[in-house]
């Protein structure tokens, strides 16, 4: 049955440089070179953009390579523009969607004869929308959350019909579905018209991506940032709305008043943004400056070095399709206090301090559970290193992506058997 999986494409366009897309963009790199070891007479072929193709050279091997999509999508790039000009005399809720129907039918016109020509076996779309689908190519879509249903306020307009649309297109048209947690999943299940034998759950398989060792080097990084080893909580999180900062600034603040003799720190790393400032401000109002540590977007390195240096990871999101960061920290022997909501309940189980992340006092009464309570905190760092381990291994991730695509490429051959045997007997009846 492997044999029958030549040739796959993986569409990368959606890849930005740094950490812009968040933990799927780790996920996806290291799956692709999970999958190109697992199957090494399958070619990989990397759809790319201008903005990443240099950048995703670390990928290729004598089964994976990259194509240049931006250079096939100039061709009617000046019959789009003036396409795309046209909705403008329209009212802003249809512009949005006569924008997105005009780009997706010239993207779609330039790509399918190419990954026909291609003779691709398998659409892969690591970043949930089918851009380039073929109609006669099955594809399968990972589906990360569904954050816009829940949390419209998080996004503009035009984001959220985008993000309606490549769910929608995904659920539509998809072979096989993927979601990074069963919270996904049920969600999916329940929002999409994608049948529950199609929805399936693979879990986030990076534990170990992070060396349990650290060297001085990595230390001294933390040295520089005005921090000591063991004094400080570490929120993980790019500034995204969702991920809550400025209620957990509220609450450090709240648990700093009450315990003045406290050394402890807070320390928020991302990107650099008008939110970033935001809480700068904010924390400079409320007199936390000196508590509160900004640091800049960082490198793996750099991750690996303030992660084994903080007392714990502290994770107040309000939505979490899987949360990566906590799966890491548990690894490292780090205790976890976190939200009780979404997946993160799914995927720390009984090894993490819970809190409601809509009340600071449940984050105050964590923050003081881990700063007075050394056994218990001692147990759930046992719980959670052997609770780690099941999401340790990418190769096993990447077994069970493979024989997801097994399926697909199966399943959409007895459609097409279905279809011309349909097809067949009508012609007979002439």
């Not at 929002?191 to 992070?210: F, K, P």
């Amino acid at each position: 049955m492997d044999k029958k999986l030549r040739r796959i494409a993986i569409d990368l366009t959606p890849i930005l440089p740094g950490g812009e897309n968040g933990g799927a963009k780790l996920m996806t790199l290291e799956l692709i070179r999970n999958l190109s070891r697992l199957a090494p007479e399958c070619e990989f072929l990397l759809l790319t953009m201008g903005q990443n193709h240099e950048e995703l050279a670390c990928l290729d091997t004598h089964n994976v390579r990259r194509l240049l999509i931006q250079s096939i999508l100039k061709k009617d790039s000046r019959i789009r523009r003036n396409w795309c000009l046209m909705p403008s005399i329209f009212p802003v809720p249809i512009r949005i969607r006569m924008k997105y129907f005009i780009s997706l039918i010239f993207r779609k016109l330039s790509t399918e004869s190419l990954l026909r020509q291609l003779n691709v076996d398998l659409l892969f779309c690591p970043f949930t929308a089918p851009f380039y689908a073929c109609p006669e190519i099955p594809f399968v879509s990972v589906i990360y959350d569904l954050q816009h249903k829940t949390y419209p306020q998080f996004f503009s307009p035009e984001e959220c019909v985008h993000r309606e649309k490549n769910f929608s297109n995904a659920c539509l048209g998809a072979e096989r579905i993927i979601c990074i947690s069963d919270y996904v999943r049920s969600t999916v299940i329940n929002n999409g018209q994608s049948s529950a034998e199609h929805v399936h759950t693979v879990y986030i398989r990076l534990a170990s991506r992070i060396q349990k060792q650290v060297n001085s080097k990595k230390q001294q990084w933390i040295r520089d940032l005005g921090l000591e080893l063991g004094t400080f909580l570490l929120f993980p999180a790019n500034m995204w709305p969702h991920k809550n900062h400025q209620m957990l600034l509220t609450a450090f603040g709240m648990y700093l008043a009450r315990n003045r003799k406290t050394n402890l720190k807070l320390v928020f790393t991302g990107s650099s943004c008008p939110w970033m400032e935001y809480l700068k401000n904010a924390a400079k109002r409320m007199s936390l400056s000196q508590h509160v540590v900004f640091a800049k977007y960082l490198t793996n390195e750099e991750f690996e070095g303030i992660i084994h240096g903080c007392k714990a990871v502290i994770f107040p999101s309000l939505y979490e399709g899987f949360g990566m960061p906590v799966i890491e920290a548990m690894a490292l022997g780090k205790p976890i206090l976190c939200s009780n909501i979404t997946s993160l309940p799914e995927i720390a189980k009984e090894a993490a301090l819970y809190f409601d992340p809509k009340r600071p006092q449940t984050i105050v009464d964590a923050i003081k559970t881990l700063e007075t309570k050394e056994t218990l905190i001692k147990q759930l760092v046992k719980q959670g290193q052997q609770h780690a381990a099941q999401f340790s291994d990418a190769m096993r991730m990447a077994h069970e992506y493979w024989e997801i695509f097994q399926k697909a490429i199966i399943s959409k051959r007895n459609i097409k058997r279905v279809f011309l045997k349909k097809r067949n007997c009508q012609n007979s009846d002439f």
